[in-house]
């Protein structure tokens, strides 16, 4: 070793891509000045990658003498925080994953691949009061028209003008240049914060009713506590939330809300604004990479005080954290279904316990783990009962649609209702949890129906594309004129998904607006804002969707929910199916009903009389949940037993079994461990591979993990001819 009592040689160990459980350790050449939680660049195999610093030590007896150097330290002070450090530590022990991925998780994509941690704004464009009130016309220049033009109607449409918006509308900095030169138009930097949305005030705390203030009190204002937060939509949960952040705000704290994926609409960024104007950025998949990479370092920097994010915002380092609020706690969109499948929600609650503080976790339809984790007394349960307002809830009734006729999936008696809704001048919602036209295509001769050739699972026909589509792999192709088995051209597609729906309606009511919320419909942020301004309007409208119309948006003038078909979820193999339907129902029909008018819920089904729907047909989700709990209580499933999934596919199905039952026989030589198949998966193939799945359970949690951890390191995740990967409290068996 060589060290000298003058120079110890100190040794950095540092996180770097590969199927590494932890970080691998790099000698601090003089001069060098790594930290915890900054980013080198150093040499792997032959290569030199991006790697993060947990640790600097003095170089101890077990360190080679050969250990590689640091090529290059990336940052000064350090990026990532010690509570976000040691959160990722976690994540790659509990989910058992390489290191490497947990940390980046914590980093926007520019500071993954070694850029300068460096805010990069563009600078903003400004016209001048002589600028605002020119005639365009009084130029000489046509571009330089053109170019005065565009900003002032951009400025009168309250845009902030940059240098790319221009770019888009084929104005370049050649033309707006001389603008300046004529003083009509400035440039300055970057605000630090986007601007309020014009003409908002400042909106005042509310007085809270009984039930918030009892929630708002419980909450400890420091410490570790979690508190389950439970209401109906409408029940003033988010007015909950913003008197604790500005509880929290008042004491020099900062906050980070966590929203699902599509719940980071506009709306309600804006709601969030108007309270606290500023200081308050946003992180989620709809900014582009300079977006978010300038909101992160904002928050990391400390400049920021309300950060609001999705998913993976909650590795970001936020100084002086004081509360974490989880909005739809119970959504799916919390897991991460591929590589390193964490759970925001329970990562928040590790960070939380880290950093001694409280964090809230609000729902209509809490999850079952954090109803147990309720009834056990690990987390406060805070129930609002009334809505904020003071409406009535929904009445809600069935459809027996074994009694009806129906025409497009939608009974006679559905029809009717919506009919009167609309003529009271109010909107309707229609759920239907499928997209596309049909969901396959139907030979009348034979039976014969369309199938993927690539996956166990029908093809979908979406009519304004001409295509069928697999919703499972992407495989497109159009649909069959006769049909490949007996000949016949007596084709016809089956069965109603959402553009079927809105066809029929926009035949049924030829004036009345049909605004449909589905994939195919809403692509992006920008398209759901259009969707959402679109329902805002005045007079009758019809809304048809799936679920992305059950998430949190307010939709003031509905006074119907029809939900046309849910039966799928009754009979599903997987367990967690009629949890998701039973929140389903309880989020959709709380859609209604939430201005001053009163709202009513029909559901169509050929079970009416199904116990599972009992309690949710009363509008009774404590019930439901209770009756689901027992279930999973008799059967050892989540919450009162620990499960882990392990999959496996390959072009081979034998390949894809041998594998897991290999692992299988492993598995139950371990004390306490139970294990179910290897089956072939609920989708048992897609996109050609053949899938199974192993379901590995215990009482014990930890007794899961040493089971496992053997496998993760003896088994490497892509091997010739198969894959596998482990999925530590799965929330989908597909
Ligand atoms: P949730 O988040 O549970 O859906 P919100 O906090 O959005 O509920 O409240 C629903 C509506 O009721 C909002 O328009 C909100 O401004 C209003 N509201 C909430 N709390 C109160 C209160 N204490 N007094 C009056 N109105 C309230
Ligand atoms: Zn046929
Ligand atoms: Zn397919």
Redesign the pocket.
């Known amino acids: 070793m060589t060290t000298t009592s003058k120079n110890p040689l100190r040794i950095a160990d540092i996180a770097v891509p590969g199927p590494f459980a932890g970080p691998l350790s790099y000698r601090i050449e003089p001069g060098q000045t790594p930290v915890p939680g900054s980013r080198c660049k150093v040499p792997l195999r032959s290569r030199q990658v991006v790697g993060v610093v947990t640790g600097v030590r003095p170089a101890q007896p077990g360190d080679s003498d050969t250990l590689k150097s640091i090529d290059d330290v990336l940052d000064d002070a350090p990026l990532l925080s010690p509570d976000v450090l040691q959160l990722a530590q976690w994540v790659s022990r509990y989910y058992l994953y390489d290191a490497y991925p947990a940390y980046m998780l914590a980093f926007p994509s520019a500071l993954r691949s070694g850029e300068t941690a460096e805010l990069n704004d563009e600078p903003q464009l400004e016209l001048t009061v002589s600028g605002e009130h020119l005639d365009p016309d009084k130029l000489k220049g046509r571009r330089q028209r053109e170019a005065l033009a565009l900003l002032q109607s951009l400025t009168k449409a309250g845009q902030v003008c940059t240098p790319a918006l221009l770019r888009r509308q084929d104005v370049e900095r050649t033309h707006w240049k001389g603008l300046i030169d004529k003083r009509l138009l400035r440039q300055r930097p970057a605000q630090l914060f986007p601007a309020s949305p014009t003409g908002t005030l400042r909106q005042q705390a509310?007085?809270?009713?009984p039930d918030?203030t009892a929630a708002l009190a419980t909450l400890p204002v420091e410490g570790f506590a979690v508190q389950l937060l439970e209401?109906v939509?409408?029940?003033?949960?988010?007015?909950v939330y913003l008197q604790a952040m500005q509880r929290a705000l008042e004491r020099g704290k900062r906050v980070l809300v966590l929203v699902p994926e599509i719940g980071l609409t506009p709306q309600t960024l804006a709601r969030f604004q108007q309270r606290f104007q500023d200081r308050l950025v946003a992180l989620h998949s709809g900014m582009t990479d300079k977006q978010r990479n300038n909101a992160w370092l904002r928050a990391q920097a400390g400049e920021a005080s309300i950060i609001l994010g999705t998913r993976s915002a909650i590795l970001t380092p936020i100084p002086d954290l004081g509360l974490i609020v989880v909005d739809e706690e119970h959504d799916a969109s919390y897991k991460q279904q591929d590589t390193l499948r964490y759970h925001a929600r329970d990562l928040a609650i590790y960070r939380a316990r880290l950093l001694n503080i409280p964090v809230m976790l609000g729902s209509a339809t809490p999850s079952l783990e954090s109803l147990h984790n309720a009834q056990q007394g690990r987390y406060q349960h805070q129930q609002?009962q009334q809505r904020?307002?003071g409406q009535t809830r929904a009445r809600l009734e069935t459809i027996d649609m074994r009694k009806q006729r129906q025409e497009h999936g939608v009974s006679e008696r559905l029809l009717h209702r919506v009919r009167q809704h609309l003529e009271g001048g109010n909107q309707v919602l229609l759920f239907l949890n499928r997209r596309g036209y049909a969901p396959s295509w139907f030979c009348r001769q034979c039976g014969w129906m369309s199938d993927c050739p690539f996956c166990d699972a029908r093809l979908t026909y979406h009519r304004g594309r001409h295509q069928m589509l697999c919703h499972h792999c992407g495989h497109q192709e159009r649909p069959h004129q006769q049909c490949p088995e007996c000949g016949s051209t007596d084709l016809t597609p089956l069965g109603a998904g959402t553009e079927r729906a809105e066809e029929a309606l926009a035949a049924w009511f030829p004036d009345t607006p049909i605004i449909r919320f589905d994939r195919d419909s809403v692509a992006n942020a920008r398209d759901l804002e259009q969707q959402l301004n679109r329902a805002q309007a005045d007079g009758p409208a019809i809304l048809v969707g799936t679920q992305m119309l059950a998430k949190g948006h307010h939709f003031e003038r509905v006074t119907l929910v029809g939900i046309i078909d849910m039966d799928a979820g009754l009979f599903s193999a997987d367990f967690r199916a009629r949890e998701r339907m039973g929140q389903l129902l309880v989020q959709v029909s709380g859609r209604s009903g939430r201005g001053d008018l009163a709202g009513e819920v029909v559901l169509q089904t050929f079970h009416p009389d199904h116990p599972f729907f009992t309690p949710l047909l009363e509008q009774d989700y404590p019930a439901f949940a209770t009756q689901l709990l027992a279930e999973r209580q008799r059967s050892g499933l989540p919450p009162f037993g620990y499960l882990a999934c392990l999959r496996s596919d390959s072009a081979y199905p034998q390949r894809a079994e041998q594998l897991l039952k290999e692992m299988a026989g492993r598995l139950l030589a371990e004390p306490g461990i139970r294990v179910f198949g290897p089956l072939p998966a609920l989708l048992s193939r897609r996109a050609g591979k053949h899938r199974f799945t192993l379901l590995v359970q215990s009482d014990q949690r930890s007794r899961l993990h040493t089971a496992l951890q053997p496998l993760v390191a003896d088994y490497p995740r892509q091997q010739r001819h198969v894959s596998w990967h482990l999925d530590i409290d799965p929330i989908d068996l597909m």
Do not use: F, I
């Not at 509310?206 to 009713?209: I, Q, R, V």
């Not at 939509?233 to 007015?239: L, P, R, V, W, Y």
């Open positions: 509310l007085a809270l009713n918030q209401g939509t409408g029940s003033g949960k988010t007015e609002l904020a307002q």
